[in-house]
């Protein structure tokens, strides 16, 4: 650090690096990490300044993280700004509603179609990519212009994943000759309902139709998939994943060799940051949180929190409850509801045993505390890459996209958990309307059995801590997740260098 008094400013290369997320939560907090990564990649002889670029109705999302990020601390927060394009006007969507967990559930397709439209939210974002001008690209995946953009500006551009290596790779697995073709040819029930990954290293991992994404299950968008999203990948500089090597070895290396992209970063957990893990809480219900969790023994309480953007029914949420009632667990659960109020007398009942939160929750720092025994998971990446660091076995309940097939990781390939409601038990789906309500008794019996002392959690334990202490390693200086962060910083640095010529010509 102090070698950076010796070197002149003048020798000080710069690299300007635009940042544009999905209109997501869990796109947008691990592009802003990431964005908080880059620029503390630099170095005396290199600065990045990094730029999240989001719609207006999305800057309080990048604003309160990097808010709890520097909060208290020495760092440059000025090294990650914030750039801002309208969303499009789409029909169906009030003013305002810019993200997937603000939607109507009915209404989040919008939100979707409208993301990947070429003439809905393409003009808008290009104006603002060619207005600043950036060193580099790193765009999420629903953007597939960016790549032609970030070429004609004769800048790279890098496709940013914020979903696992094992989910990816199985779906682009499953998109085409599996999935799409059989289920409408196949006159053989058992082979119609279920699907096994193809050309898929590790287990065989076997997946019921009814738990595909939404859109490996329509026609179309596998069209869509094949002609325009995975050559847009195969196009792109190169592709940044959310995970680090140790943790999804076999599937990283496919990526990486696979002929897929042309080059492979994995760059996580981006949201590891030992020195944020204790901002934790930052107001009067955060800090109740955790002062509820003080009170509880250790590895006493089951904390439930199915993210940012789940739709789960009032219906699911009463069996849920009675569920949680029955088990005689105490429980930490977050319920982002705004129409469904706990049964009659229940609050009464588990009072002492069990807290419910509406609002944001303190999920680092949660799962982080002593008391914290298990996670009710809806399997999402982001919570998964949490629960991982912190050490936390799970109990899964996928809901949607490529949650249950990110569940046959944690389950079926690492073994830190188990799932919630048991194979055979009933029918579980992507869509909504298609699953069947999880029972009370099921719920009780799952969380109860869970929690017993020398039950399947404590094997999950076992393992999850290993992966724990690998995450660490691979964030920590030296780590594989680091040199991965410095390798992209370094390469699209020599890419700028090397493209610096054919910009000029193209103008
Ligand atoms: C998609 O591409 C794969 C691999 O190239 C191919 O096997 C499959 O038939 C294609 N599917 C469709 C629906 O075009
Ligand atoms: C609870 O966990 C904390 C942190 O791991 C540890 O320091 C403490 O000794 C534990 N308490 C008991 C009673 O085991």
Redesign the pocket.
Known sequence: MEMASNTTTSSTKKLRVLLVPFFATSHIEPFTHLAIRLAAAGSPSVAVEATVAVTPANVPIVQSLLERHYYGKHHDAAAVNIATYPFPAVDGLPRGVENLGKAAPADSWRIDAAAFSDTLTRPAQEALIREQAPDALVSDVHFVWNVRIADDLGVPCVMFNVIGAFSLLAIRHL???DA??SSSSSSDPDAAAAVVVPRFPGPPIRIPRTELPEFLRKKGR??FM?NTFYPAQAGCFGFAINTYSDLEQQYSDLHMHGGYVKRAYFVGPVSLCPSSSTAGAANSEQQHCIDWLDSKPNRSVVYLCFGSFVPVSDAQLDELALGLEASGESFLWVVRSATWTPPARWEERVRNRGIIVTAWAPQTAILGHPAVGAFVTHCGWNSVLETVAAGVPVLTWPVVFEQFITERLLTEVFGIGVRLWPHGAGLRSTRHAEHELVPAQAVARAVKAFMRPGGPGEAARNRVMDLAAKAHAAMAEGGSSQRDLRRLVDDLLEARGAAGGTKLVQD
């Open positions: 998109t085409g000759d799409s073709s596998v069209d094949n």
